[in-house]
Every structure is written in C-alpha cells, then in structure tokens.
C-alpha cells in the first residue's frame, strides 16, 4: 500500500532548540518529496521540495531537509526553532508509480510542533 | 492577489442538505484537486483533475461530485450531507509535476 511515514505526531521544543522531523515512504523508483507546513487557521504552504540533484535541499525560514534514497526518508531540520515556526509539518510524497501518476500528492499524517518562548 | 481561492471559507449545514464548494486558480495550472482534512489533521485526497478531465477519484462516495467547467476552476457539490462530512475541504493546483499551491480552505461542519 502506499504510505508516507511521520513518526512523530507531536514535538515541544524550547526556543532555540534543533529540530528534526522524520518522514519515510514504502515507494522505490523516481519521487518527488515536498515538505509544506500549516500555520494554525492556515491554509499549506510549501517549505521545500526535493525532485532531483543534490539531495540536501534548503527551504525557507531556515528549514533544510535531506533526502536518503537508501533509507527512503525525507527528514526535516532546523537548527535552532522560534516560537513562530508551531505549525502542523506534512510530508507529501508524489510519483509516478502510484494510480493517478505524478497527479496525486499522498501525505504523512503530520507532525504537530510547539515552540515554547 | 490570491492564487488558489475557495469560497466560502466557512459553511454550516444540516444533515441531509446539498451544498457547493467554489474553487478558482489564477496561476494558469492545468491540474486541480480537492483534499479532506480531517479532525486530526490528515490530508487525504479525493479528486484531481487535469484539463478539466478527472484523473483521480480515490473512491469517495457518490454524493461528492466534483465538476471542472475550465481549467481554473473545480467546484465541489456535496449532496445528503451527513455528519462525516465535516472537514477542512481543500483545493490545490499544480503545473505538470510543478509544486501544488493550496487555497484557504473550506471549514464544513454539518448538524
């Protein structure tokens, strides 16, 4: 089946502490992966997005996310959080091996982030 | 100026009704979706259209029919809404394999 993995549902961190949010899928072959974010009473907005190349990739607000074939993971990282960055974290993974191709954009469950001051 | 909007952004109804979901982009994309969040925050997608043709229908009932009149805009009618139904309704667009750009959201609750 597939499946987008985020393992943790619900993360509090102190301002200025790092951040790392795992995201895995069960797909082999050619993805692209997608980190969006959710302010609360907001709407997704991208943070990054990994098709090809390097497979570091830095996003806005400080955010950067690697991406390990070898593992089928996608994890997000911030080196030092502030009280702006709680939000919902949503992987996303697309691809062409699923029915509807690279039509269909298939999330993790999310990651719940609280930042305290 | 917004790229995906969604409109209303807040519907209450009572079980049994029908109701629509307006969704236009300006961005020029040729593929739109609608996803459901649910109470714990998990997307799901139901529909994507590409070229006003559907090429995703993740086996949502029937009473959820989506209707495409052009390539900006899908629109969402929902009919015998019943209590499950409530969600946060999402439209999106995206070029080809480019990055999918979310509207506001439609916060549906029914009674």
């Known amino acids: 089946a597939q499946s987008v993995s985020q393992h943790n549902h619900h993360v509090i961190l102190s301002e200025a502490a790092s951040l790392e949010l795992g995201c895995n899928y069960s797909?082999?072959?050619?993805?692209?992966l997608f980190w969006y974010v959710q302010y609360p009473g907001q709407h997704l907005q991208l943070l990054l997005k990994y098709f090809s190349g390097d497979p570091l990739v830095k996003g806005i607000k400080g955010f950067e996310a690697e991406f390990i074939k070898s593992k089928f993971s996608f994890n997000l990282r911030k080196p030092s959080v502030q009280w702006s960055d709680t939000a919902e974290y949503f992987c996303?993974?697309?691809?062409?091996?699923?029915?509807?191709?690279?039509?269909?954009?298939?999330f993790g469950a999310g990651t719940r982030l609280a930042v305290h001051p | 100026d917004t790229a995906v909007s969604q409109t209303p952004k807040y519907l209450v109804t009572q079980m049994g009704n029908d109701k629509s979901i307006k969704c236009e982009q300006n961005l020029g994309h040729d593929t739109m979706y609608w996803y459901k969040q649910d109470s714990k925050k998990f997307l799901k997608i139901m529909f994507s259209y590409n070229n006003k043709e559907l090429i995703i229908n993740e086996t949502v009932p029937n009473r959820f029919s989506p209707k495409s009149p052009d390539k900006a805009h899908l629109n969402l009618h929902i009919n015998s809404l019943e209590l499950g139904d409530s969600a946060v309704y999402f439209c999106a667009s995206s070029q080809d394999r480019g990055v999918a750009f979310f509207g506001q959201g439609t916060r549906l609750t029914v009674v």
């Open positions: 797909y082999g072959g050619t993805v692209n």
């Open positions: 996303a993974v697309r691809g062409p091996m699923f029915s509807g191709g690279y039509n269909k954009l298939i």
